[in-house]
């Protein structure tokens, strides 16, 4: 299978140009016509030769995320089923919000990290994606966006899949979305989302980066969160605070705590106030996420009183705290229930 051309760096563009007989600045010239121009084939790239274009051709391909379905929310919520090129199905998300579109997008097809809230872990891993597939769904978003003027404001890396578990094509996609000779997204303007996989903690910590992190926390203290998260068993709360902290120390960036409310497991005054003495200390906030009701699992909808009354808890010990807005909630946009269904329904 020819390689993705989405999976290149403009750097690596330059010395394939060079590779060809060619001035590295042809290479900038394909970059551009990928993130400038957002062209979907060599034909369109039209300031290169034509041989040029043909070895492209024969070399490269683009990637291709066929439609399979589209829904869209009465709030302006876009949620794609995307088809790649070995028919597995990855889910993407448009979210319009009054400052922006932000684009949630998935790292792998399904994931094996086992959160017992989340539809996406059901079928288990099946690949990760390449850089360049992940890279397809803010392209193909901001080509959508580009019918209306409009442009991929941000990102969130909190599709479908473990982020950290597919550490370098991560690492990659992100490079090539904050590339000013690209789609130039703002790094502070991009969220990675984790589990708490330790070791890629420290690593992001050294990257350099300003790229936000994001951790899925879901309880205040280790048994609970081994219940709801088996990760957690490989990496333990204490591990994934202390972590934590060596990334806030290199980075002095704020942390965002994820924490999805489910009714009578982790939603107790008790459970908030707990969490906000571990957080005390931390430059952090918490978003509260009440879960939608996964059929497969026996898990209810916090009530709305409780939810107002876990972040009272939290916010009268000083912990920064809001309620995600919900989005998309019409159309099953909670994490992964799009392609379970389609799975479903593939398996009928
Ligand atoms: S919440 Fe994220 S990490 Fe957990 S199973 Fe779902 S996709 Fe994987």
């Given at each position: 299978m020819k390689p993705f051309i989405y999976d290149f760096t403009l750097e690596e563009l330059q010395a394939w140009a060079v590779e060809q007989g060619e001035p590295a600045f042809r290479g900038s010239q394909i970059f551009e016509w990928?993130?400038?121009?957002?062209?979907?084939?060599?034909?369109?790239?039209?300031?290169?030769?034509?041989?040029?274009?043909?070895?492209?051709?024969?070399?490269?391909?683009?990637?291709?995320?066929?439609?399979?379905?589209?829904?869209?929310s009465k709030d302006g919520t876009v949620k794609f089923l995307f088809g790649l090129h070995d028919d597995h199905a990855i889910e993407t998300v448009i979210m319009k919000h009054n400052y922006g579109n932000?684009?949630?997008?998935?790292?792998?097809?399904g994931c094996r990290i086992g959160c017992t809230f989340c539809a996406s872990t059901l079928g288990g891993l099946k690949r990760d994606l390449t850089a360049g597939?992940?890279?397809?769904?803010?392209?193909?978003?901001?080509?959508?966006?580009?019918?209306?003027?409009?442009?991929?404001?941000?990102?969130?890396?909190?599709?479908?899949?473990?982020?950290?578990?597919?550490?370098?094509?991560?690492?990659?996609?992100?490079r090539l979305m904050i590339h000013e000779k690209g789609l130039n997204i703002g790094q502070r303007h991009i969220t990675v989302s984790t589990s708490g996989i330790v070791p890629s903690i420290y690593k992001f910590a050294d990257e350099g980066t300003q790229i936000n992190l994001a951790i899925s926390i879901h309880a205040p203290n280790d048994a609970l969160r081994s219940k709801l998260m088996p990760v957690n068993r490989r990496y333990p709360f204490d591990d994934v605070m202390e972590a934590l902290r060596y990334y806030q120390a290199k980075t002095g960036r704020r942390i965002s705590f994820e924490y999805a409310l489910i009714g009578g497991v982790n939603d107790q005054v008790e459970h908030a106030e707990e969490l906000a003495s571990v957080l005390k200390d931390m430059l952090c906030h918490v978003n509260l996420i009440p879960v939608n009701h996964v059929p497969e699992r026996k898990y209810v909808r916090t009530s709305r009183n409780d939810i107002f009354k876990f972040q009272r808890a939290l916010a009268d010990q000083g912990i920064n705290v809001t309620i995600r807005r919900e989005q998309g909630h019409?159309?099953?946009?909670?994490?992964?229930?799009?392609?379970a269904k389609h799975m479903e329904s593939n398996a009928r």
């Open positions: 990928i993130y400038v121009k957002r062209v979907n084939s060599f034909e369109e790239m039209t300031n290169l030769s034509k041989a040029l274009r043909q070895k492209l051709d024969d070399q490269f391909q683009f990637v291709t995320l066929k439609e399979i379905t589209k829904f869209e932000s684009i949630c997008v998935t790292t792998q097809v597939e992940i890279v397809a769904q803010v392209v193909k978003a901001q080509q959508i966006l580009d019918e209306r003027g409009e442009r991929v404001s941000s990102i969130v890396i909190m599709g479908t899949g473990e982020p950290f578990e597919n550490y370098d094509n991560t690492m990659k996609f992100l019409d159309i099953a946009a909670a994490c992964g229930q799009l392609r």
